[in-house]
């Protein structure tokens, strides 16, 4: 399984972007899906999540601008930002939970584990 990370750029403040993440190989079941985000000299931040009933939640610092979807039948995780900020800028990275997916060594099933995409850089210049 993998997750190819897409969409980010350079957007002026106020600007928008719509990221996408898209999991690769044969997954039988992903739970969560989500987005993070990591600043130079920051630790990664949570940003938002998506479980496989649809449910959202969001970093305090991103409500109200950024929404967290997903498309069930590409397993595929999206992050439309709105609204950018300077402090925005970082590199996003999504991840998928996933309890049973088929690996180079054949089929996993058991305690759910989390699969990283690449990054995408967002930069938002003031």
């Known amino acids: 399984v993998q997750l190819q990370a897409s969409g980010g750029g350079l957007v002026q403040a106020g600007g928008s972007l719509r990221l996408s993440c898209a999991a690769s190989?044969?997954?039988?079941?992903?739970?969560?899906m989500t987005w993070s985000r990591q600043a130079p000299g920051k630790r990664l931040e949570l940003v938002a999540g998506i479980n496989s009933g649809g449910s959202t939640n969001y970093a305090d610092s991103v409500k109200g601008r950024f929404t967290i979807s997903r498309d069930g039948a590409k397993d595929t995780v999206y992050l439309r930002m709105n609204g950018l900020k300077p402090e925005d800028t970082a590199a996003y990275y999504c991840?998928?939970?996933?309890?049973?997916?088929?690996?180079?060594?054949?089929?996993?099933?058991?305690?759910?584990?989390?699969?990283w995409g690449q990054g995408t850089q967002v930069t938002v210049s003031s």
């Open positions: 190989g044969s997954i039988a079941t992903i739970n969560n």
């Open positions: 991840a998928a939970e996933s309890p049973h997916f088929c690996t180079s060594s054949g089929w996993y099933k058991g305690q759910p584990k989390v699969v």
